[in-house]
């Protein structure tokens, strides 16, 4: 069964400082990695998605996949206070069943001015 | 754009009762919804996968006996939790799929307190 785990799982970075956040997973057939964020009291929305290794760069938001390794990192570059919240690593073998997403337990991320 | 919309935002109900919530996707043709309990300590348990036109499928430790689910169209699906207790209190969360793209988008969630 796939295991997803991340780290650290929290951490304060001042304001315009570099965030990282990483995450492991156990299956080798995992094909397809995404990074979800939730604020308080909402849902979690997709931030961005990495499907082949190497860096995928959205904006501030930089990720990095080593599926050799079985590690997946994120990050933020330039951090706002907006971006504190909890971020959610998830893994599928692929996309064509939407339930094989399996999440990791989460970095809570405080970004303080 | 796309969006999902869950309601309702909070229920509290009294241990032994059940609660229905429901899902609402806008702009985009939900073909699979992911119904996924967030718990206190904010760990996701999958608790079935629902694919318009085939049959919804639960995952160990849920049943359809205990979380009946209905997903009539694209656009629409729901859940009931029925007799819960304690330990079935936490952040319920639908997630939707349009076939044509890869990502999930998830709702706020109805969080369920247990009286």
């Known amino acids: 069964q796939q295991k997803v785990q991340q780290s650290p799982e929290s951490l304060i970075v001042p304001e315009g400082g570099m965030a990282s956040l990483n995450c492991t997973f156990s299956?080798?057939?995992?094909?397809y990695f995404w990074w979800y964020r939730q604020h308080s009291g909402e849902g979690p929305k997709a931030l961005m998605?990495?499907?082949?290794?190497g860096d995928k760069k959205e904006g501030r938001f930089t990720a990095h996949l080593n599926k050799a390794s079985l590690h997946v990192s994120l990050h933020i570059k330039d951090s706002q206070p907006s971006d504190s919240a909890l971020y959610f690593c998830?893994?599928?073998?692929?996309?064509?069943?939407?339930?094989?997403?399996?999440f990791g337990r989460g970095t809570r991320l405080q970004v303080y001015a | 754009g796309a969006l999902v919309y869950q309601y309702p935002r909070r229920t509290i109900c009294k241990s032994g009762t059940s609660m229905r919530m429901e899902c609402q996707a806008v702009g985009f043709q939900a073909t699979s919804v992911a119904w996924y309990r967030q718990s206190p300590q904010k760990t996701f348990e999958l608790i079935a996968l629902?694919?318009?036109?085939?049959?919804?499928?639960?995952e160990q430790n849920f049943t359809q006996e205990k979380f009946p689910i209905s997903h009539p169209n694209l656009s629409f699906s729901s859940m009931t939790v029925l007799n819960a207790y304690l330990e079935d209190r936490g952040l319920y969360l639908c997630g939707a799929r349009d076939e044509g793209s890869e990502r999930l988008f998830f709702g706020h969630g109805t969080k369920l307190s247990v009286l």
């Open positions: 998605s990495i499907f082949s290794n």
């Open positions: 998830a893994v599928s073998k692929g996309t064509q069943v939407v339930g094989q997403l399996t």
């Open positions: 299956d080798r057939n995992s094909q």
């Open positions: 629902s694919t318009v036109n085939s049959a919804i499928k639960y």
